[in-house]
């Protein structure tokens, strides 16, 4: 498998993260959408990270469902997310609540770093980020001290979604070490694990 992307997208990374701990082999290729634009274009016309590219030659695009197709080959009857009733739902919940929170960050970045100055509009921006942080803040509400996970009592698409959402908000600004402890706490322990520490980007 090959995987277009760079890991300092948290969608990449999710994604590298994932094929991480289901022991997949795959090779990266550290293309982006702005400085490769042709390149990520001929593997997603939309030019987004990321692509995978199977062994078969098929080309999946979009973190969500490239996770959902690892789910289904690499998962057996454990999968990152559960296949079916309320656990299922629950981790589902979560990677709605960290990828839209990436979504948003990500909006209050571009704009920021697109746009010029005197056309930003600061409520836009700041409203980003406030609900960056209120979804962050309400996964903190779920992080539990003496649980070494966010559901489950294993690793799930919830605790991968959490460690690349909030790495993102710590790098926008967010002082998740004070408000958010439990939450960075728990990004901590993760980042103890090969899945996560081998996927860790280069410092900018």
Not at 49 to 62: H, K, R
Not at 73 to 81: A, F, I, K, V
Request: net charge neutral.
């Amino acid at each position: 498998m090959i995987l277009i992307g760079v890991n300092r997208s948290p969608y990449t990374r999710r994604v590298a993260i994932t094929l991480r701990a289901y022991g997949v082999v795959y090779e990266q290729r550290d293309l982006n959408g702005f400085g490769h634009r042709e390149d990520v274009r001929a593997a997603n016309p939309l030019g987004r990270i990321p692509a995978l590219v199977l062994d078969s030659g098929e080309t999946l695009i979009d973190s969500a469902a490239i996770v959902d197709h690892l789910d289904e080959t690499c998962g057996g009857d454990r999968p990152l997310t559960p296949r079916l009733g309320a656990d299922r739902r629950a981790v589902l919940k979560i990677a709605a609540m960290m990828m839209g929170a990436c979504d948003k960050g990500l909006q209050a970045a571009y704009h920021r770093n697109h746009t010029p100055k005197e056309k930003w509009h600061q409520p836009w921006i700041d409203d980003c980020m406030a609900q960056m942080t209120s979804a962050l803040a309400a996964v903190e509400a779920m992080a539990r001290p003496d649980e070494p996970y966010l559901s489950l009592g294993r690793l799930t698409q919830a605790d991968i979604t959490a460690f690349v959402a909030e790495r993102l908000g710590r790098g926008l600004g967010i002082d998740t070490d004070t408000r958010m402890p439990g939450l960075r706490a728990l990004t901590r322990r993760l980042l103890e694990q090969p899945a996560f520490s081998s996927t860790e980007p280069p410092p900018a």
